[in-house]
């Protein structure tokens, strides 16, 4: 059983009021001088042997499924820990 | 400028109806043998240096504020490549 993860970011020239609501919040809460962005990270459990094809495969899907493109970034990269 | 990343995701013994969803939705789309687990993840630039004592403050800052450790598990990592 394989592990993949796949983490999705705002692209740096996006706006991400997520990341600037938790940014504001840490401030309130003393921690100064942070700046953050949020983002999704999936873990994707593969059943069978993780080849290339089925890694292009889950590239795919991440573009497809779990990234806009539009406006966010993704990475796709296989655990090794795992 | 230190770039640290946080890690945020469903406890293995909580259920993750996200994740489930995504899970269904690449299934439908002829991706199969996936199981598929959603979390977030948090890109913190660290103003200054970033030394033991401000990993520490940023841990506690993970716990209270970007976590919910009743139902999450998150993971502080700096990120050595930036």
Chains 1, 2 share one sequence.
């Not at 020239?13 to 940014?23: C, H, N, R, S, W």
């Not at 806009?68 to 090794?80: A, G, K, L, P, S």
């Amino acid at each position: 059983m394989a592990r993949v993860i796949v983490d999705v970011m705002p692209k740096p020239e996006i706006l991400d009021p997520q990341g600037k609501a938790v940014t504001g919040a840490l401030q309130r809460l003393g921690y100064e001088g942070l700046s953050v962005r949020q983002g999704k990270r999936f873990e994707i459990e593969v059943e069978g042997e993780l080849d290339q094809t089925r890694l292009d495969q889950l590239r795919e899907a991440s573009e497809k499924l779990l990234a806009n493109t539009v406006i966010e970034q993704f990475d796709v990269r296989v655990d090794e820990g795992n």
